[in-house]
């Protein structure tokens, strides 16, 4: 088609908003649609800090990475990684530790494509084209049984991600599974929209129509999911509070996102 990105593949549906599209263009992205755009810009109409939040959540995500690398954490599992962007989880944990393996998974094509374009001469990691919903394909995938030893620590990541698993996909069976295999001394690094905040219930159904519409929860339910690990502290807390490295602001309810650490026993 005359005017596409080379980076565009095929079987994409302009018409449909994409989660990973929306949210690489509140990061400021390149790889989004109008489609994506419309409706994000819709839904910050009704809450303004939305990109805001977006960036407090990655930036959740490098400090929880450095605190797992701390503990001597290798690999990692990044499930629902979208398109990526600077400051990827291989980037932040290779730059600590250059011998860290991560496998990636998405099903957005275009996370995929430009994701294995990116990641091409990488040996330590490797993209899933895979559902988050389908843990037995992604466990005894031959890539990550190549990269991860599920007999040593390893930390999974569902970063801006269980807001995408409606209850009827029984969220908590799913955490289960993935628990299973990983070693004592692992962690499962998490963030999660919340249904707390006025704006955020608001906001939500501006994103029905994308593949992955949205299902807030409650602080609560959020500590009911994640109750098979034991938190570090601080608990599930906003994603500015989660070990800031400087004050968190006045309003850390914008960050709209409730973050947390657990740890296998």
């Known amino acids: 088609m005359a005017g596409v990105p080379d980076w565009v593949p095929s079987q994409i549906d302009w018409n449909q908003p994409s989660v990973a599209r929306i949210y690489d263009y509140a990061l400021g992205g390149a790889h989004n649609f109008e489609t994506d755009r419309r409706a994000q810009d819709a839904a910050l109409e009704v809450f303004p800090h939305l990109n805001d939040a977006a960036r407090a959540n990655r930036a959740f995500l490098h400090r929880a990475l450095r605190f797992c690398l701390d503990r001597g954490v290798r690999q990692f599992l990044d499930l629902g990684s979208g398109i990526p962007t600077v ?64 007999d040593q620590p390893i930390a999974v990541l569902m970063v801006g991600m269980l807001h995408y698993v409606n209850d009827a996909s029984d969220p908590q069976h799913l955490l289960r599974d993935y628990r299973a295999r990983m070693a004592p001394g692992s962690y499962f690094i998490a963030s999660h929209l919340t249904s707390d905040l006025p704006e955020m219930r608001s906001a939500a159904p501006f ?49 709209a996102c409730y973050a947390a650490v657990g740890r296998c026993r």
Not at 105 to 123: E, F, G
Not at 125 to 136: N, S
Not at 226 to 247: A, K, M
């Open 87 to 150: 400051g990827n989880v291989h980037e932040v944990a290779q730059d600590i530790a250059p011998e860290s393996r991560v496998v990636y998974v998405d099903h957005d094509p275009v996370a995929v494509t430009h994701a294995r374009s990116m990641l091409a001469d990488d040996p330590n990691t490797a993209f899933l084209h895979e559902d988050i919903r389908a843990p037995h394909r992604i466990l005894e995938h031959p890539d990550a049984l190549r990269l991860l030893d599920f």
């Open 207 to 255: 994103f029905d129509d994308s593949r992955n519409p949205m299902t807030l929860r409650g602080r609560s339910e959020i500590e009911a999911l994640l109750g098979d690990f034991d938190l570090v502290e601080p608990g599930v807390v906003f994603t500015v509070e989660w070990r800031p490295e400087g004050p968190p602001g006045e309003h850390p309810e914008r960050s």
